[in-house]
């Protein structure tokens, strides 16, 4: 997939998403229109059953509409197959997630080198690749260390340099501050500011006004549509 200037990397036409609890019908989103560009910094704004993390399940391939089309680039994602799809959430998407989501038995290296795994590359260029990206972080230091002797800072950087690994088109961020204090949340906040400056396109999910506030684009949602874009 080719990168275009000012074209849509993500398109979303009129989604809807409905839930079953037994009988009882949930619509999580009730039809959602938006796009995403190279360069973006979106977030995700909205109360608890809003639908922010379905949608954000859904522009990231973790889950499907209901209804609706959603395209990458000029493709419908419905036309992929399983294996394509899985190959594009390991290289063109990149994930962080609230809880880091990172394996304790690894070290912060062979974590951030997780993705290149299942790329096929080979070990030696995993390291060397993984290594430089810890670098850039700021935790080179940390790279033979296990999540649990890393501070929540740190485990999280960890998870960012995970999604960063494959040079993602999109990183998505749910809740990426949720578990860290405020001033650690800044640290975090900042990584992801410079990250928007050299040419990524974030897009994040977030309860919290002053993290959104970081996004030049942001939409809140409501019961399952969006209010204000």
């Known amino acids: ?3 275009v200037k000012n074209k849509p990397i993500c398109r979303a036409i009129d989604i809807t998403k409905t839930y079953w609890r037994g009988k009882v019908s949930v619509e999580a989103l009730r039809g959602v ?4 560009r190279n360069n973006d910094y979106v977030s995700i704004m909205g109360a608890s059953g809003s639908g922010k993390s379905t949608l954000i399940h859904i522009l990231s391939c973790l889950d499907t509409p209901t209804s609706g089309e959603y395209y990458l680039e000029d493709k419908l994602v419905s036309n992929y197959t399983d294996q394509e799809l899985a ?7 990149g994930f962080v997630f609230q809880s880091f989501s990172l394996l304790p038995r690894l070290t912060g290296i062979d974590n951030v080198a997780l993705p290149l795994i299942y790329a096929g590359i ?4 995993r ?9 850039k972080i700021g935790l080179g230091d940390r790279a033979s260390h296990r999540p649990n002797e890393m501070s929540g800072g740190e485990c999280q950087r960890v998870a960012i ?11 998505f961020a749910d809740e990426p501050t949720g578990n860290l204090d405020s001033k650690t949340g800044a640290e975090i906040m900042e990584i992801f500011d410079q990250l928007v400056d050299e040419g990524n396109t974030i897009v994040m999910v977030t309860h919290d006004p002053n993290v959104a506030a970081h996004a030049k684009k942001k939409i809140k949602l409501r019961d399952g549509l969006i209010e204000n874009d």
């Open 122 to 125: 080979r070990k030696q260029d």
């Open 1 to 3: 997939m080719t990168m």
């Open 161 to 171: 340099g995970r999604a960063l690994i494959n040079n993602p088109r999109v990183i």
């Open 127 to 135: 390291a060397a690749r993984a290594r430089e990206i810890l670098e």
């Open 87 to 93: 190959r594009i959430r390991n290289t063109f998407f």
């Open 33 to 36: 229109s938006l796009e995403i």
